[in-house]
Each structure stands twice: as C-alpha cells, then as structure tokens.
C-alpha cells in the first residue's frame, strides 16, 4: 500500500532564505509525482509534475526532483518571499491504469517578512 | 483556457439531511474528473473517479455517491448526511495526455454538518 509523508509539517522562514520541503513515499513503483500549493480554504494550484523517468522539473524559483529508488522528491524554493506561505503537497499516481493519486498531508510554510 | 467550477461555496446541513455538490469543467472534453475530501489535519482522500459519462469508480466505501450526467459534469450525492462527512470537498479534472495529467483543483466546497 503507497503511503505519502511529508516532514516537516509545518516550517517557518524568514523572508529570502532558500529552502527544501521533502517527500517521501513507501512504493518506488510511481507513474508520477506533482507538487501543489494550497492557499488557506482555497483548492489546490499544480506547481510541477515530474513523470518517473524524469530526475527534475524547474518553473522559475520552485525545482522539484524525484529519486525513485529510494522513494523521495524535494521541492526546493529559492529565495522565499512571503507570498510563498501556503502549505505544499506532494501526490504520486501509481502505474499506468489507474487516476488515483496518494497524497501527503502537506507541509505548512511561512515566510516571515 | 480550461476553468472548473464547483458550487455552493459552503453548506451547512443537519445530520440526515441529503447533499448534492456539483462541479462543471469548461474549456476542455472528456476529461478524468475526481471528488477529494480533505478532513482537518488529514490529507486529500480520493472519493470517486470518473474517465467517462456514467462510469464511475468509487474508492473509498460510504454513504456517499457520485454521478456524472454529463461529459463535463460531476455531482457528489448523500441520502442521509452523518457528522463524519463534515470537511472540505474538492473537484479537479485532468487529461490523459499533452499536459502530461497534471490534476487542475476546482475552489472546494466547505461542508458542516450539525
């Protein structure tokens, strides 16, 4: 059974560090893995989506990258500003033929002006 | 440009009563719609998919159903409402291809039952 953890739950920063928010997942038999942002009582926005045979995707400060084999992906952020507070999930899907995406219960970032 | 709706915002409804929540995608066809709840403190619980008109894959088992009408539609039922099915309902669609499926989330509907 694929299970998703992110730590740290919550992560506070002050405004122009870089940082890195991880995820972990037990079954390395991913089809692919997206990184959201959820904004407070909002839905979820797509940032990246790195398919298994990728190593990386990068959209302006935000690079994602996925080790498949020992089951992690890191969301890295650089210099953070505040507008970045939110809380990141990660989800993968499992093997072609199935939609069903595992999702982590996210990690809560503030960024402190 | 692709845009999903979901209504209402939020609800309040006694327990027993029944529920509908309705999602709409526009700008796209056929696409592979999802119902999520996300509890507080838990992560996102896939409810029900669906990759086409009245095909509909239930993963978890519950007093809840779903129903897909039409190609761009997708409505979330309940009979009789329990207290445990209080929580944030969200929609999102996605492609099989081009976009590589990347999941599009609609706003959610905030749902208290008393």
């Known amino acids: 059974k694929q299970e998703v953890t992110q730590i740290p739950a919550a992560l506070s920063v002050p405004e122009g560090e870089n940082l890195v928010l991880n995820c972990s997942f037990t079954d390395s038999a991913i089809y692919n893995l997206q990184w959201f942002r959820q904004d407070p009582g909002k839905g979820l926005t797509s940032l990246l989506l790195?398919?298994?045979?990728?190593r990386e995707q990068t959209s302006g400060r935000l690079n994602a990258s996925l080790d498949k084999s020992s089951g992690r992906s890191t969301l890295y952020i650089a210099a953070s500003q505040p507008g970045d507070s939110a809380t990141y999930l990660c989800a993968v899907r499992r093997t072609s033929g199935t939609y069903k995406y595992i999702f982590g219960t996210g990690t809560r970032l503030k960024v402190l002006a | 440009s692709q845009t999903i709706h979901q209504w209402p915002a939020t609800l309040v409804q006694p327990v027993g009563s029944p529920l509908s929540l309705e999602c709409t995608v526009e700008?796209?066809?056929?696409?592979?719609l999802y119902w999520y709840r996300q509890a507080a403190g838990r992560g996102l619980q896939l409810l029900f998919y669906?990759?086409?008109?009245?095909?509909i894959s239930s993963e978890v088992p519950q007093n809840l159903s779903a129903s897909r009408p039409q190609d761009r539609q997708f409505i979330l039922s309940s009979k009789k409402l329990l207290l445990s099915d209080s929580g944030f309902y969200l929609c999102?669609?996605?492609?099989?291809?081009?976009?590589?499926?990347?999941?599009?989330f609609g706003p959610g509907t905030r749902l208290l039952v008393l």
């Open positions: 999102a669609w996605s492609l099989l291809a081009g976009v590589g499926e990347t999941q599009y």
């Open positions: 790195i398919q298994s045979s990728q």
């Open positions: 669906s990759v086409g008109i009245g095909q």
């Open positions: 700008g796209t066809s056929n696409p592979n």
